[in-house]
């Protein structure tokens, strides 16, 4: 009766755990849920990208290699999140426009098509995405794009490694690039495009003391 009793206890404190357990997942099922319900609004997506976009820059740059919030084209009041200063053999630099985008709602319906394996619901997510990726390099294009003062193209940084490789699975690289004047890039490739720029930086800074 004693063992019995023991086992008995036993087996009621480990359903109380499982309990505790499904109520945790329960929880955190919900977390996922409200934060997935937060990054649905347009001003939050925006907040997140450029946080993501700006702690990569801070990361690789000096703060003396690129401004904030800066309006690039002349005579506007169009201001972008991030330009990087390339500079000139004189001591003057241009701006390379670099804005954040997070079509989180268009992706996310590809993810939920994917996992279900509904192929119209997927195809029509993709169509949503790929026509609202045109209109964000379309937007970048007029509205911080001015040579002479900036490059001849920008960078529209997209804050997922699945958004990104989503759209370059589109087929839109090209396309951004020929018909917007822009680049796609997402955290690891644009972290590569910083050191790049990095390495010409201090190779001009070399030959300027070299002089």
């Known amino acids: 009766n004693e063992r019995l009793k023991q086992s008995f206890n036993n087996v009621i404190e480990q359903i109380g755990g499982v309990n505790k357990a499904i109520g945790e997942i329960k929880g955190l099922a919900s977390d996922v849920g409200s934060l997935k319900t937060v990054l649905t609004n347009v001003k939050t997506k925006g907040i997140v990208g ?113 958004l990104y490789v989503e759209v370059l699975n589109l087929g839109l690289f090209e396309e951004l690039k020929l018909k917007y004047n822009i680049n796609i890039a997402g955290p690891t490739t644009f972290t590569a495009i910083l050191n790049a720029l990095q390495m010409g930086f201090k190779t001009l800074a070399i030959q300027k003391k070299s002089a």
């Open 50 to 162: 450029e946080i993501i976009l700006g702690n990569i820059i801070k990361e690789t740059l000096t703060v003396a290699q690129y401004d904030e919030n800066v309006a690039t084209k002349k005579g506007t009041n169009d201001r972008v999140e991030f330009a990087i200063k390339l500079p000139n053999q004189d001591d003057s630099f241009i701006y390379l426009p670099i804005d954040s985008k997070l079509p989180l709602e268009s992706y996310h319906k590809i993810v939920d098509a994917q996992e279900k394996g509904d192929i119209e619901t997927l195809k029509l997510a993709r169509n949503e995405l790929k026509n609202q990726i045109k209109k964000y390099a379309s937007d970048i294009n007029n509205k911080y794009i001015d040579v002479p003062n900036t490059t001849d193209f920008a960078i529209m940084f997209l804050p997922l490694e699945g």
